[in-house]
């Protein structure tokens, strides 16, 4: 049954609206989670793969340990996977709530382009940044020790860059959105552009292993993020006008 979101709905149909809208979500996440596990040895191999080169397997050190490491990745491959029935859920909740199509827009940039734009940076993040962060910080056992590395701390370790810079890459979508809504426009960030550049290394430095290669690595990309943005706030001013 559809349910209905006006504004003839008191506060109480309101909380119940979204009591429904959550319960939908999270049973996507958990079906979708469960299709996860099915393939999760797939997912393991995949994830284990830059480690593999120093380490032949990660180690557990608590009986524990492997299934939370298995149940980590499922629900966390269940989650993204489940992003578009969520996106969906929050549509219909906001949506009549939403009075020009300038905000309609503004919601729909922001929701649809941030799973393509989080994904993207994902993969940049695990196959760019986690190898070299690796060789880096190994480099420093100069073949007098030998690496023994946990499940647990070693999916800590890349979850870091996976979820940062799969937020990261979201500049142009947020960029997209504030410019819908008419809070920000292309020139405004193209003032910005030096402190956007100083930033993008600013922040390079911080999430990668201080050598200047990784850095240059992380922070171009980031500069590029943010002139797709102004292209962006740029070409939705002109179908606004």
Same mark, same amino acid.
């Given at each position: 049954?559809?349910r209905?979101?006006?504004?003839?709905?008191?506060?109480?149909?309101?909380?119940?609206?979204?009591?429904?809208?959550?319960?939908?979500t999270?049973?996507?996440?958990?079906?979708?989670?469960?299709l996860?596990?099915t393939?999760?040895?797939?997912?393991l191999?995949?994830i284990?793969?830059?480690?593999?080169?120093?380490?032949?397997?990660?180690?557990?050190?608590?009986?524990?340990?492997?299934?939370?490491?298995?149940?980590?990745?499922?629900?966390?491959?269940?989650?993204?996977?489940?992003?578009?029935?969520?996106?969906?859920?929050v549509?219909?909740?906001?949506?009549?709530?939403?009075?020009?199509?300038?905000?309609?827009?503004?919601f729909?940039?922001?929701?649809?382009?941030?799973p393509?734009?989080?994904?993207?940076?994902?993969?940049?993040?695990f196959?760019?940044?986690?190898p070299?962060?690796?060789?880096?910080?190994?480099?420093f056992?100069?073949?007098?020790?030998?690496?023994?590395?946990?499940m647990?701390?070693?999916l800590? #370790? +890349? &979850?870091v860059?996976?979820?940062?810079?799969?937020? !990261?890459?979201?500049?142009?979508?947020? @960029?997209?959105? /504030?410019?819908?809504?008419?809070?920000?426009?292309?020139?405004m960030?193209?003032?910005?552009?030096?402190?956007?550049?100083?930033?993008? #290394? +600013? &922040?390079?430095?911080?999430?990668?292993?201080?050598? !200047?290669?990784?850095q240059i690595?992380v @922070?171009?990309p /980031?500069?590029?993020?943010?002139?797709?943005?102004?292209?962006?706030?740029?070409?939705?001013?002109?179908?606004?006008?």
């Amino acid at each position: 049954m559809e349910r209905l979101n006006d504004d003839s709905q008191g506060p109480l149909d309101h909380l119940e609206e979204l009591r429904f809208r959550i319960i939908i979500t999270l049973a996507g996440w958990i079906i979708l989670t469960a299709l996860s596990y099915t393939f999760s040895g797939r997912l393991l191999d995949i994830i284990t793969g830059p480690l593999a080169k120093y380490q032949e397997k990660p180690y557990f050190t608590h009986p524990v340990e492997p299934f939370m490491a298995v149940f980590k990745i499922s629900a966390l491959m269940g989650a993204f996977l489940n992003i578009p029935n969520t996106l969906i859920q929050v549509w219909k909740f906001v949506s009549p709530a939403l009075e020009s199509d300038k905000e309609r827009r503004a919601f729909l940039y922001l929701s649809w382009g941030f799973p393509v734009f989080f994904a993207l940076g994902a993969l940049f993040g695990f196959y760019v940044i986690v190898p070299l962060g690796l060789r880096f910080l190994f480099a420093f056992s100069r073949g007098e020790m030998a690496p023994l590395i946990s499940m647990s701390s070693y999916l800590n #370790f +890349i &979850l870091v860059f996976i979820l940062g810079l799969g937020l !990261v890459f979201n500049l142009p979508v947020i @960029s997209s959105g /504030l410019a819908s809504a008419g809070i920000i426009n292309s020139g405004m960030m193209r003032a910005g552009r030096r402190y956007a550049i100083l930033f993008s #290394f +600013i &922040l390079a430095a911080f999430i990668t292993p201080p050598d !200047v290669v990784s850095q240059i690595l992380v @922070s171009i990309p /980031l500069i590029l993020l943010y002139e797709i943005s102004i292209l962006l706030c740029s070409l939705i001013q002109s179908l606004n006008k």
